[in-house]
């Protein structure tokens, strides 16, 4: 049996300038938020891990199955029931979006407010969801399991990296 502990961290550090009459006012801004996640299947805890990096060419999709077709590093079949972080981040050299959600059938509708809301990830940005109470996003095997992603154009291939952390 595995165990799983994650650190999810976000940190922002920008500064503002303005210049004035006489001087320059400045407005410095730090934020961070840290998740920490132990080895579980309650509240601030998970159990098992996803990642990887794909290719889609032009104009192609693909149907991840969060609840019976994915592995783990080790080669078990992930059966997620909460997902708690869901991560996805565009190759720099992109130069189409990859879209993430919009399942024509059993959408894992709990990331988004509709089955056909999509979210658009820029190349060389990132999208993250990270839910890490009890019941985080909720993931039911056959009827709301599959996470769409796919290439917005025809012209060339995009490549993403996907991490998904939840409970099995």
């Known amino acids: 049996m595995s165990t ?3 650190k999810i961290k976000l940190s922002l550090v920008a500064e503002l ?3 004035l009459d006489l001087g320059t006012a400045k407005y410095p801004l ?3 938020q840290d998740y920490n996640l132990a080895s579980g299947t309650g509240a601030n805890q998970a159990n098992e891990i996803f990642t990887d990096t794909r290719t889609l060419t032009a104009s192609n999709s693909e149907n991840l199955d969060l609840a019976g077709s994915l592995t783990n590093a080790f080669g078990a079949t992930l059966t997620f029931d909460k997902i708690k972080a869901l991560i996805v981040c ?3 050299g992109n130069t189409n979006d990859v879209l993430v959600g919009g399942a024509a059938s059993a959408q894992a509708v709990a ?3 509709d089955v ?3 979210v658009k990830v820029k190349p060389g940005g990132m999208v993250a969801f990270v839910a890490p109470d009890a019941t985080g996003y909720d993931i039911t095997a056959t009827s709301a399991d599959l996470l769409k992603v796919a290439n917005s154009a025809g012209s060339t291939s995009v490549t993403y990296t996907i991490i998904i952390i ?3």
């Open 116 to 118: 056909t809301d999509v």
């Open 90 to 92: 565009a190759a720099a």
């Open 30 to 32: 730090e934020f961070a």
């Open 17 to 19: 300038l303005s210049s």
């Open 166 to 168: 939840g409970v099995i």
């Open 111 to 113: 990331f988004f407010g």
């Open 4 to 6: 799983l502990t994650a």
